[in-house]
């Protein structure tokens, strides 16, 4: 049986893995009040943000009270060749990505 690997639970910028890697998928969730500034998570081929962005999403608006944001978007297996590294601007959402 094969299987994705997960970041697990990100709140902040963090380096998901080295090297080169499939990405699968990216789910975005947010219960917050994003009314005055965005929370955008940002997955980019490299170690950091100077490489080439994969993935991209961003949330506005009061997700205080139902429903919350929930936004999973597939990557169809993008190969990264540098690794993956997740940027999260913002706070109040949590994001999981998941690769190969």
Do not use: W
């Amino acid at each position: 049986m094969t299987g994705c690997l997960s970041s697990g639970s990100c709140t902040a910028s963090t380096q998901i893995a080295f090297g080169r890697h499939k990405a699968i998928s990216m789910h975005v969730n947010s219960v917050a009040d994003h009314s005055s500034s965005d929370f955008i998570a940002t997955l980019y081929d490299g170690t950091d943000t100077s490489g080439v962005a994969i993935a991209k999403v961003s949330t506005n608006g009061n997700h205080t009270s139902a429903p919350a944001f929930n936004f999973e978007t597939d990557l169809h297996g993008v190969v990264a060749e540098d690794g993956l590294y997740l940027h999260i601007a913002g706070t109040g959402g949590t994001v999981f990505v998941h690769f190969l």
